[in-house]
DNA sequence: CATGAATGAGTATTCATTCAT
DNA sequence: GATGAATGAATACTCATTCAT
């Protein structure tokens, strides 16, 4: 299955934004990386900046599609145990995703402070609106009383700092698939907010079935 | 009290790295930064790298140092409690110096892909020692059943991330103490890693002293 | 009336050349300027210089034939007021296509610099030529009795520069109709070259009667 | 006499701007042209259109001195035939400085169209104040009657653009001086204007003098 | 007839670093 | 100590031009 070089160069971007960083990379790099010469590279792009934007948006686009699609498949308001599932979910799509794309994720996490001005109020705004899900989502656990967490503002904070942090380590060599390592999480998750019941099975399945259809991750 | 050039220089370096990156900062802002010319700033350092290696070692240097000093103040091997006050201590104090001191913690964190290999070899040691503490002390509290941990290189990756997350987000401006910070963080390690019985008040206050001795945090 | 493609390129490198310059003008700003693409552009042109040269050649040649033309007829030999109607006619003619073509004109006095050897050699003979008639009606008329010129070099030059200058600055939307302008330059130009008698309205009327039919002006 | 490197890049630009115009002058070609690398030129100058500003600003700087330092010492309102003797010094004025320094008038003439919109507006409006004075003198010739000019705002341009067109021509290695030169000017100015009485040698001589201290033109 | 894709050479500007003073 | 001057190599990006389709 052929390559377009539009990929060639998302890709090349991709990775090595992720490991040298965005001011790290030139553009000679970059075309390099592609197999195509610095001045061909602007066929396929705007600045190098716009590529960063690009990279960025349709990262958080596709989290953001994913929370809510796999929140949505959980709604059911006579259900009190919803935000134990909720939670279970949100941490394994959010873990399976960071430990599958890891240079994706690490690009969005490391290089808003490279952006301007206006692509970073952008960016920030997705990254927002995504983080108020998980504030939602254990704002009602902590409403319902099946959470107990006594400070919900710096548990999110260290929840989703620890599953963000997996695009920094996880290995697709080393022994865990990414389910196994979705389970992991949301447990630790779990812990952390103090529900009593673990969750059943169900969410986290459930959330492996949307990320493997927005990131056509093999579960 | 007056500040010395070498100061300056180092603390400009230290707040454009973990702002702009290593690669965003050029020579004339580091200079321009600490009040001289950019000639002049190569009288107080070496290389460019020299200066960001003489902030990563000395980050990492003072966190190990605090590491050890403070598990060595708990050392009692007819407690079997102790993984819980060592656990507490070292999320204390990982906390509190990533909270007191976000930008030098940042660069140490975000910026070793700068390194060229010799130094990035150094740096990376140095940080595996003080990782191993941390897994000595889970795999001493799994051992004594202090602990109820499945995974513990997930839980201890997971720890260390979310414990590293802080100097991404903390604000002194906030309504948290750098000593609440620490309370709220060793508790949801202690959750994670499954101990009964939470922390007595006195390993966080002794984690605390250590921390305004090393690092001269006032707590 | 549609507008071939052909036309729309060498309108629109009129333009830019005579606006952004030579230099300044790129080849892509030339192809959306005529609505095509930069590959599209070299079916009808051969390199960007060669546009610049067709430009001036065209310019020059229809100045030179204008002049001709309009001298020849007024060539009668037995009156000695034919310079005063010939400056006339020379005068009116450049000013009236300085002033109905200013782009066009600009290029030529603007762009020479950019020509390569070859090419400039050939623009900087047809201008000599052009001046040239110029400095045969000031020497006849002198010779005559009719002009009165110290030093008819610099007269000449000055005319020239005077009469050139009118591309710099009318506007056909401003107060004067390009017959009017020609009217004033004409008085201007007799004054200079000391000439007793006005010119007669028959040498302007002849005059613009060239250039209706050289440049297609409407009177 | 030792040329410091900042003048040196300046007279470099000056030339270079005037025969290849500021597109088509590289910076390249202007470090070489001042004895030194291109980087080194970054020491002596801002961007590449602050060089062009600023050569532009001191030109017309000292051309609206000159002018005003010229007037003020015609300045004697009992006489009705001042706005002569004015002309005659502008006109002077003018050609001798366009004479003596054609490639920095000339890049004040061709490239106001190279500057951006903020620093063009500036040159703009410096030039139209010294057009202004060119116009304050006409009208008042015309007022006092001294001048029989029937389109003031046409010959005022004429004036200017032929005796700016010397700035295209003109050599000293000819046979005028610019003493010379001038004188013819003047003559030919005030045919142009109609003036009955040709100005003592007065004006001119004062305008000389005047040029001589503002350009340091030897006369 | 038209163009997307391609590129080597070029653009202006900045880089980290050195060194004479 | 401190710095202005200097630079080769790099930066991101654009150039005019070609050619297969």
Redesign the pocket.
Known sequence: MAVS?EQRVRRAAVRLFATRGF?G?????LASAAG?????????MG???DLLVAIMRECLDRLLRAARQALDSFHDPDDPNDPVAALSALVTLHVMAHAALPEETRVVDNEVGALSRGARRHVVRLRDEYEAIWADTLDQGVATGVFDVPDPAVTRLALLEMCTGVARWYSPRGPLSLRDLGDRYAQLALRMAGAASPAGATAAERAAEVAAQVWRIRP
């Open positions: 070089t001011h990379t030139g553009i000679r790099d195509i010469s610095s001045a061909t590279l602007y066929h396929y600045t190098k900046e």
